[in-house]
């Protein structure tokens, strides 16, 4: 194709790489919610298919019929659901997403969650579909459980490289949380201390041991599979030292290679043949570069913490019975006060980065049971959980209700998936 592929975007500049992110700076702190969970029959614990009857694709046409919801489409087809600012989108698995907007209060997302599963409730019944709660499919594995036809997915899977890559695809379900920062040094600050605590959140929310019907030794086996998927978009962004900038998030993704760019909705393979930089300097095959190839490129960058025009904290296996609100309830504690982040820091500090890449690998499978170098990282789990509870108290709204379950699960020295 000779044809550029650009009608009303201009060729994007080295200059407007980093506006996305500055664009994120914002007064106002809100707490943000991904909740993916896995669609299963509820009788068998089977995954359910996109396709059939009673297939994923016409459980989103029925709850769109009942409870008034916009279609999401991938040329003619139902990939998602759209309700005002809520959406519910399907993982490349058909795990189900529920991506709500952010809000000031945990108790305000819990609230918006509750909504939206009491509409859908009588649909799954009647589909005889179940919503799970666990990190990775405890009995279908992704042998057996086909790509959703979103054209994206299936660029995605022929590219990303790993042994356990379809795994983490097809299998996988996880909590995110959103943080907003106000300035690029706090967006930095917050960003470094998110990755310094994800392998211990890693561990306090361990939940999937259950793989094909059989424990596989791993307590979070969701970890492993991103431990196991394209190291070169996956695992910790930068060595998050103090000081570092937008500037050098910009220059990480800049050196990651590209998967695909798209022109009028329709994929165009790159196959890591060139980084985002080759790409600004050459184009590609009479393509130029524009902002929504960069806004793509950075959204197929799949670290740990990931910088946009807010932070996305990636890496807790998917949890349940109330659990699933001490996530941001965790985050909101320690992120949006400046004396539970600084002491965060300080206990979080006395480590390497080495030492905390090394935890990375230790609690996929030892969750809270692993050592960093030769202390027990579960005291560090409850200070942390500690500090944002004292935070949330101090505030004064109750949000410290939401962290009660975490706690006493530590106190009892357990994980979610030993329970």
Known sequence: ????????????????????????????????????????????????????????????????????????????????????????????????????????????????????????????????????????????????????????????????????????????????????????????????????MSPFMTAMYANSNIRGGVDTGYKSFRALAWLNTDNERCGFATNFNNGMCFRDYVKLLLDTPMIFINRENVPVNINGNLTFKQYMDKGFEGFIPTMDDWKLHCNLYFPEVRLRNFLEIRNHDCVGGGLEYSIPAFYRGIMYSPEALQSAEKLLNRYTINEIKELRYNVARYAIHSKIGKTPILGVCKELANISYNSLLNEGLGEEKFLEPLIEMLKKGKCPCEY
């Not at 650009?6 to 994120?24: A, C, I, N, P």
């Not at 298919?49 to 008034?68: H, M, Q, T």
């Not at 997302?109 to 405890?138: C, M, Y």
């Open 1 to 196: 194709m000779s044809y550029c592929g650009v009608k009303t975007e201009e060729r994007l500049e080295y200059s407007q790489l980093m506006d996305e992110f500055l664009l994120g700076c914002k007064t106002e702190q809100k707490i943000g919610m991904e909740y993916e969970r896995i669609p299963v029959n509820k009788y068998t614990d089977e995954v359910i298919p996109y396709e059939g009857d009673f297939g994923v694709c016409e459980l989103l046409r029925k709850i769109a019929k009942v409870d008034n919801w916009d279609y999401i489409l991938d040329g003619t087809e139902i990939i998602g659901l759209k309700k005002l600012h809520n959406t519910i989108t399907l993982e490349p698995g058909c795990q189900f997403e529920l991506s709500m907007e952010p809000q000031n209060t945990v108790a305000e997302l819990k609230k918006n969650i509750e909504e939206i599963d009491a509409a859908i409730k009588p649909i799954l019944e009647e589909f005889e579909i179940k919503l799970l709660n666990r990190g990775v499919s405890p009995k279908t594995t992704y042998k057996n459980i086909k790509l959703i036809p979103k054209k994206r997915y299936h660029v995605m899977a022929n590219y990303l490289w790993g042994i356990l890559s379809d795994v983490m695809m097809r299998e996988t379900a996880g909590v995110q949380v959103g943080i907003d920062y106000r300035s690029e040094e706090d967006a930095m600050r917050k960003f470094r201390l998110a990755n310094l």
